[in-house]
Every structure is written in structure tokens, then in C-alpha cells.
């Protein structure tokens, strides 16, 4: 609930997040999440893979909190996973204390096909000197100490596989905050990694009534433009009294917008990088679909 703070991905949240990640692949032999909490994500992604018909190798995530990694563990037995299958980390990925992920030669950098996140939103944190220099944010620039939300996407995508897929839900904040995210922003954007910008609705989880945002990142995008979704729209959620939901249909809009990278009216729009530079990297959705 609310009071333990922890962050739980509603289910159709879920389910969304793991189908942007897997669009396309018949084969994930290793999908990862940075954040895991009791492992809901990565389980979607297995369960995604086997019902379509497709191979999923080894899952990977790391959590903080002792009792929500006990959890995860536990999550992974229950639903059949051998122990041989997954590999939960306890440590702060921020901190990228886990062994693994810190191999200094890049032959042996381990690295994902898939990789899915819900990271605790504007988390406060307190970056280093030092860390301006880790593998992971010195091409970037650290995220600043008031919200973390870009060193959980950087610590994610500097993991990502040439040919893969990031999904990472995050506060609309850092589609046009300033400063040291809107260089982060930027650098990612001209760089091409930037592929899909997805609103979401109000009111979707337990511990907060804000919007959140899905950004859909790779290496090696194939269009040169990216892709705006605006499915916050009254006619694309189930309005509850405490809660909104997304419907089967409404996920099934979105993955197939995506996949197409179709253009709808007050829906959704390809949009090219002049347009965005054009706003100063802003990625704020209202610019680039009608709202109202």
C-alpha cells in the first residue's frame, strides 16, 4: 500500500511495458530490470515470450529493499522459475554494486535483449564527483540530485544490447525539465536512441495520482524520427473511482501504433528530429499531439 512507499506496476502497466520491450523478437536470452521490486515485470516478459511462442533465456534484476528482493526471489519460485533460470541481485543499481555489470573489459560486458523498468519516480539521490566519471554517465552527465530518474534509464541503456529493446516508465518531468536532464535528453535524441514517447493516463497506480510517461529507447533505432503517443485521453482508459485501468483494447492500440508508427489525430505522430530540435528538445507530448 501506500504507507510501505514501495512501487508496484498495476498489472496492465505490466503487461504494456513488457510487450513494448519484446515487439518484434521471437528470442530474449536475457531481459534485465534494474529495479525489480517482487519481479512482476520480468515475469510479464517470460510469460510474453512463451505465450508467443518464443525462446526466453536467463532473467536478471536487482532490488534495495531486503524484504521486496526476498519477495522477488520468492515471486520467481512460485511461478516456476528454476534457480538456475533467474539471478536476483540485493544491492543500489544506481550504485552498480553488483559484480557482474562491472566488468571493465568490454569483451565481456554483459549485455541484454530486453530491458524493462519501473524506478521510484524524482528518487533523491546523491551522485559524486567520482561517479560523473563511471562508464555509465560520462558521455551524459550525471542526473541531478533532486530526481534520479535519468541515472536509472543511463544504468539500464548503457546495458542494452546493440539490438535491443528499453522500456522504462518515468514522470512526464524529464520530457522537458531543464538543466542537467535536458542535456541528458538531448545527447540521447541527437544520438537516434530515443524511438517512442507514450502518455499514459492519470491515476494509474496505488502510490500516485501523477501521469507517468513510457520512453521506448534502442541503439540501433531504424526510423530517424520518434514516435509520440498521447494515450491519455479519456476514450483510451476505464475511469475507476480510485483507480484508472487500462483496458486489453487500450494496450492493444498502443503496441499496434507502435509497431506501425501509425499517425493518428490527437492520437499519435512520427515526428522528425528538425521538428524537435526545432523545440529545444523538448519532448513535452502536448507539443507534438493535440491535448485538447
Not at 86 to 92: L, T
Not at 215 to 238: G, M, R, T
Not at 241 to 249: A, I, S, V, Y
Request: proline letters at 4%; hydrophobic letters at 35%.
Amino acid at each position: 500500500g501506500k504507507s510501505g512507499g514501495e512501487f508496484f506496476t498495476p498489472q496492465e502497466v505490466s503487461r504494456l511495458l513488457t510487450r513494448l520491450a519484446v515487439v518484434g523478437k521471437t528470442e530474449v536470452n536475457k531481459v534485465y530490470d534494474p529495479a525489480c521490486g517482487s519481479g512482476s515485470l520480468l515475469l510479464n516478459v517470460r510469460h510474453r515470450m512463451k505465450a508467443n511462442g518464443g525462446s526466453i533465456g536467463k532473467i536478471y534484476g536487482q532490488e534495495k529493499n531486503i524484504t521486496t528482493y526476498n519477495l522477488a526471489r520468492m515471486n520467481m519460485l512460485l511461478h516456476g522459475v528454476k534457480d538456475s533460470e533467474f539471478e536476483i541481485h540485493h544491492g543500489d543499481s544506481l550504485l552498480n554494486d553488483w559484480d557482474m555489470l562491472n566488468e571493465m573489459n568490454p569483451a565481456k560486458k554483459v549485455e541484454f535483449d530486453a530491458i524493462v523498468a519501473n524506478p521510484p519516480f524524482s528518487y533523491r539521490w546523491e551522485p559524486t564527483e567520482e561517479m560523473g566519471k563511471d562508464f555509465r554517465f560520462k558521455n551524459y552527465g550525471l542526473a541531478p540530485k533532486s530526481a534520479a530518474d535519468f541515472a536509472f534509464l543511463l544504468h539500464g541503456f548503457h546495458f542494452l544490447k546493440q539490438d535491443g529493446t528499453m522500456a522504462i516508465i518515468l514522470p512526464h518531468g524529464v520530457l522537458f525539465r531543464g538543466g542537467a536532464e535536458e542535456r541528458i535528453r538531448t545527447k540521447l535524441l541527437k544520438d537516434g536512441n530515443i524511438d517512442a514517447v507514450i502518455g499514459l493516463p492519470a491515476n494509474l497506480f496505488f502510490s500516485t495520482g501523477i501521469p507517468v510517461c513510457i520512453l521506448v529507447l534502442k541503439k540501433c533505432k531504424k526510423s530517424d524520427d520518434v514516435l509520440f503517443i498521447n494515450a491519455s485521453d479519456k476514450e483510451n482508459f476505464e475511469k475507476g473511482k480510485k483507480q484508472n485501468k487500462l483496458r486489453t483494447k487500450d494496450i492493444d492500440k498502443i503496441i499496434d501504433t507502435y509497431k506501425q508508427r501509425k499517425e493518428e489525430e490527437r492520437y499519435s505522430r512520427p515526428v522528425s528530429m528538425d521538428e524537435i530540435e526545432r523545440n529545444g528538445y523538448n519532448l513535452n507530448i502536448s507539443r507534438y499531439v493535440s491535448i485538447a
